[in-house]
């Protein structure tokens, strides 16, 4: 099992290496070269920037079991058929039980700002959030660890 993080824009990068390391599991950073992240004994693959570029090398790249840290309700789906765990930043992982109302959603957004409207802000990142996402991580590593 490893742990590819959809590092642009994440606020979890950090908090995941962490649980990575502290559960000997390698974690890779996939970022665009808006967004070069570099921390100690983490790979980190830069692509070209560009629509999807780090959505298709994740999918490319993941294996059965891996985990993939992501707000890409798209890459998101694509990891659930290709077997693997997507995790929300905010702390819940993507199944197909919620994804299809997340795309749902994101394509009514689209159609209102593309007619001209707003759609509401997100709200500001709070420490919960960063707890919840850390709780649910160690759950899903300690879940498919156990069933290695």
């Known amino acids: 099992m490893e742990i590819y993080i959809d590092a642009d824009g994440c606020p979890v990068v950090e908090l995941t290496i962490a ?13 665009d070269t808006a967004h070069i992240l570099n921390f100690d004994n983490v790979e980190t693959i830069v692509v070209e920037k560009g629509a999807d570029s780090v959505d298709f090398l994740i999918i490319n790249k993941v294996k059965k079991g891996d985990i993939v840290i992501t707000q890409d309700y798209g890459l998101a789906a694509m990891c659930i058929v290709r077997d693997t765990i997507p ?56 879940k498919n660890i156990k069933c290695d």
């Open 87 to 142: 995790i929300n930043p905010n702390g819940f992982v993507y199944t197909n039980k919620n994804i299809d109302n997340m795309l749902f959603k994101r394509y009514v957004s689209r159609q209102i700002r593309r007619a001209g409207g707003k759609t509401p802000n997100m709200r500001k990142r709070k420490s919960i959030d960063n707890e919840n996402f850390k709780k649910c991580l160690l759950e899903v590593i300690r």
């Open 19 to 31: 649980a990575a390391f502290e559960n000997g599991l390698k974690s890779t950073i996939i970022c």
